[in-house]
T-cell receptor, first 113, second 113 residues
Framework: NAGVTQTPKFRILKIGQSMTLQCTQD?????MYWYRQDPGMGLKLIYY???????DKGEVPNGYNVSRSTTEDFPLRLELAAPSQTSVYFCASSQSGTADGYTFGSGTRLTVV | AQTVTQSQPEMSVQEAETVTLSCTYD???????LFWYKQPPSRQMILVIRQEAYKQQNATENRFSVNFQKAAKSFSLKISDSQLGDAAMYFC??????????FGAGTILRVKS
């Protein structure tokens, strides 16, 4: 059982470039989330989805976009990368309304130079 | 909005000793869940322990236990017989039923041999 898979694990972008961080889960979870973690800090919610076709903004959505065309996939798009987007990005999923917390991916370390 | 506060940016413990990490939260809800996550240098987010607010009994998982004080909105993590592998960043998190996790800023735990 793979759980939550994120790709790539590392990436360096130049200012102004765009990229998509991929996230897929095989647990048939309804809820999926994208968080960013800045150095020495906690996780801040970027976007989340409660099911296919439904997405909503979190705490820090500016500069990002998401889509949820299937239950399994929840890609995060960065448009016009900026140094402020240098961070570690985590994708996570959960069953709706359960006490199990999240299942996290292993993270993507993104550096914008 | 719910907030989670971890007042200890960093803690140290001697191997085999006991350490307690603090967490307080702010909510007007009566039914919710609380979690402790461990993030070792590998970056992987690992669920350590969870507590359901309606349960009076404190959760325990092997060497990890919590002191849940609902009226005081306090949720501390006690690690007994600390091991070198316990060294990590620890995050406290709050979740209302069906809703998204809110994380504290984290506490770095260092274990001395």
């Amino acid at each position: 059982n793979a759980g939550v898979t994120q790709t790539p694990k590392f990436r360096i972008l130049k200012i102004g470039q765009s990229m998509t961080l991929q996230c897929t889960q095989d647990m048939n979870h309804n809820y999926m989330y994208w968080y960013r973690q800045d150095p020495g800090m906690g996780l801040k919610l970027i976007y989340y989805s409660v099911g296919a076709g439904i997405t909503d903004k979190g705490e820090v959505p500016n500069g990002y976009n998401v889509s949820r065309s299937t239950t399994e996939d929840f890609p995060l798009r960065l448009e016009l990368a900026a140094p402020s987007q240098t961070s570690v990005y985590f994708c996570a999923s959960s069953q709706s309304g359960t006490a199990d917390g999240y299942t996290f991916g292993s993270g993507t370390r993104l550096t914008v130079v | 909005a719910q907030t989670v506060t971890q007042s200890q940016p960093e803690m140290s413990v001697q191997e085999a000793e006991t350490v307690t990490l603090s967490c307080t939260y702010d909510t007007s809800e009566s039914d919710y869940y609380l979690f402790w996550y461990k993030q070792p240098p590998s970056r992987q987010m690992i669920l350590v322990i969870r507590q359901e607010a309606y349960k009076q009994q404190n959760a325990t998982e092997n060497r990890f236990s919590v002191n849940f004080q609902k009226a005081a909105k306090s949720f501390s993590l006690k690690i007994s017989d600390s091991q070198l592998g316990d060294a990590a960043m620890y995050f406290c998190a709050y979740r209302r039923y069906g809703n998204k996790l809110v994380f504290g800023a984290g506490t770095i735990l260092r274990v001395k041999s």
